[in-house]
């Protein structure tokens, strides 16, 4: 099976990036300055070669007064002031001195370095150097044990350990920083909003440069946000919700207390009380409703559903409890008109739309079911002839307990019935809103096409 890379945004490609160019940062590091400190430490420095050359002019001068002599007195007064071998020798590596060379100094002789060699510092030994006379390189040459000053030594422990060890520690030490802003600062913002949910501070959220990321920990941090708003709204929801209940059972509670203390016969008080539980039963199994389905994320399995089938099965019911003439309910949609939904929750829906329609309507007002397809939809409206509502409220009357005309609790509803129809069709993959019309209201339906069965 084949893997499948990750995306040109992944959080994979940027720690790769990151970790190639610190190695190739460190190499090139490594060669380039290990190359350079070795040249500045691993040669004579100009004032080394400015005083080798000081000293082989004093030999050649003594050579050119004195001759063999003049060497000697030189050598003696050269050996007062540098510690170490030094001898004055001719083109044939003899020496121009009276003092003789020796096998081992012979020998040595064939393993002199100039100016510009490199001065090795592994074995710590002196090395002899041979300058050339200044005036006459010919004539001969000063050969010296190089000077313990001039011996490439601490500076250049120190450089390397410079090199090799403190730079690529820093360096390290700034992957690590940036390695920490790229991977730590984020989960600890995560951390900090799980923790402030844990002290119900749903109201936190995480800072524009976690959730603008293109990358993983960015989708974490939108989803986080994501996750927050939503939890936020269910219990604001939820919270409202149970504030509007309470709210609603303290009037038929109230008239239960009045019953309760009043002088009514039983038939009447029976009759009241059966009437206020009813309510009250009402009320609650509305309310749980409407909770379940806004806390319903996942979609509701669908079928096929014929809606002319549908609404004449709702306005049968409407007819009966109304009192309304058939006519008065007309459906102007054909029998192709099939949509896909949850059948209990859609029947729920339009028969919350249909039984508030006729509610608000006159008392000769005709409510109607008309529709249209569009591309993979069909679009459905529900007409009645009532009074329409405010503009400013068209969407305020989907929201749980909400009675624009005034009616008192429990009389023509609880004002439960739009906000149930719109999260029905919401969790089936519709969409419910309302719009005035110059003969009242109009509420759309909007939910997805099926294709009518074959005959």
């Not at 007064?65 to 003049?70: E, S």
């Not at 203390?261 to 059966?274: I, P, T």
Request: proline share 5%; hydrophobic share 40%; glycine share 10%.
């Amino acid at each position: 099976m084949r893997s499948k890379l990750p995306g040109k945004h992944s959080l994979f490609w940027k720690l790769a990036c990151l970790l190639v160019a610190f190695c190739l940062l460190m190499i090139w590091l490594s060669w380039s300055w290990g190359r350079y400190m070795d040249k500045r430490t691993g040669f004579l420095t100009d004032e080394a070669k400015s005083t080798l050359i000081r000293y082989a002019g004093e030999a050649e001068q003594a050579w050119d007064k004195g001759q063999q002599a003049g060497v000697d007195q030189w050598l003696q007064a050269f050996g007062k002031t540098e510690q170490g071998w030094v001898g004055v020798v001719g083109q044939d590596l003899q020496a121009l001195s009276s003092y003789p060379l020796s096998d081992l100094e012979a020998q040595r002789m064939t393993f002199l370095r100039g100016l510009d060699w490199p001065i090795s510092h592994i074995n710590r030994v002196r090395p002899w150097i041979k300058v050339p006379f200044p005036k006459d390189p010919t004539a001969g040459y000063l050969v010296i044990e190089l000077p313990q000053r001039f011996m490439p030594g601490l500076s250049q422990r120190v450089w390397r350990f410079l090199i090799n060890g403190v730079i690529p520690g820093v360096f390290t030490l700034l992957l690590c920083v940036g390695l920490y802003r790229l991977l730590i600062v984020p989960l600890n913002q995560l951390r900090e909003q799980a923790n402030a949910w844990r002290a119900d501070q749903l109201g936190v959220r995480l800072s524009s440069q976690t959730t603008s990321r293109q990358d993983e920990l960015g989708e974490l941090g939108r989803a986080f946000d994501q996750m927050s708003e939503r939890l936020q709204s269910t219990v604001s929801q939820q919270q409202q919700l149970l504030r509007d209940l309470s709210h609603e059972l303290r009037t038929p509670l109230s008239r239960l207390r009045v019953a309760c203390d009043s002088e009514q016969g039983v038939e009447a008080l029976r009759e009241r009380l059966s009437r206020e539980v009813d309510g009250m039963q009402r009320l609650v199994e509305d309310t749980l409703q409407l909770a379940w389905l806004d806390a319903e994320r996942g979609p509701l399995p669908v079928e096929d559903i014929q809606i002319q089938a549908l609404w004449e099965m709702l306005t049968e019911n409407a007819r009966f409890e109304s009192g309304w003439d058939a006519s008065r309910l007309p459906c102007r949609l054909g029998a192709d008109c099939w949509v896909k939904g949850h059948l209990n929750s859609l029947a729920q829906a339009l028969e919350n739309i249909l039984r508030n329609a006729i509610r608000h309507s006159p008392a000769d007002g005709i409510v109607s079911l008309g529709g249209q397809r569009e591309g993979s939809e069909w679009h459905v409206w529900l007409d009645d002839q009532g009074g329409g509502v405010a503009p400013q409220a068209l969407e305020r009357i989907f929201d749980p307990f909400i009675r624009l005309d005034g009616s008192r609790p429990g009389d023509g509803g609880f004002g439960l019935g739009l906000s149930i129809a719109r999260n029905a069709l919401r969790v089936q993959g519709g969409s419910l809103w309302a719009q005035n019309t110059e003969h009242g209201l109009r509420v759309h339906l909007r939910l997805p096409i099926a294709d009518p069965p074959k005959q």
